[in-house]
């Protein structure tokens, strides 16, 4: 059982290197706007810009339909759950029962829960790169130009450059 909360326990107060939703910037004509005006909408802030292109709206559009959870992830998580709660209120292990044992049913369930989330989490990294193409598609062909570089500037990880040139 000490195995099981100590596992919890690093899964839940490890520190998270994502991006932080909430205070992604982009720079437009020297000014910096919110990316994410909530955590439902990733990408929201800069629809008024994107929605001038068509092709840029559509991967912004799609960005944030994947961003979505989905009923899968959800009946995993709430297996997983139910896996846990059933191993808790189980008294005693089974002796020839291997499926409902005490600890399949605590280490199988913490284990859907885990891989539900690292999916989900993989899912939502890997999306990124439709807001980074809808934001290169819109500066192809419209003014004012989006600088935008999906980084935190708190931890340092990742690079952006950009360049501008009016004449």
Do not use: H
Request: overall charge negative; aromatic content about 10%; glycine content about 8%.
């Amino acid at each position: 059982m000490s195995k099981l909360t100590i596992l919890i326990a690093l899964m839940f107060l490890t520190p998270s290197y994502a991006a932080e939703t909430c205070s992604r910037v982009a720079t437009i004509n020297y000014q910096e706007i919110l990316v994410d005006l909530s955590s439902k909408n990733s990408g929201e802030g800069l629809r008024y810009y994107l929605e001038k292109d068509q092709i840029a709206e559509e991967l912004l559009n799609e960005y944030q339909e994947n961003n979505r959870p989905t009923w899968k992830s959800a009946a995993l998580s709430t297996l997983g759950t139910a896996m846990v709660l059933g191993g808790l209120l189980r008294t005693s292990d089974g002796e020839g029962d291997t499926i409902t044992s005490r600890n399949f049913l605590l280490f199988g369930g913490a284990t859907m829960i885990a891989v539900s989330y690292l999916i989900y989490k993989t899912n939502q990294y890997n999306n990124e790169y439709l807001l980074l193409k809808s934001v290169d598609e819109y500066n192809k062909r419209n003014t004012p130009k989006i600088f935008f570089a999906p980084t935190n500037p708190k931890n340092g990880i990742g690079a952006g450059i950009g360049i501008g040139q009016e004449f």
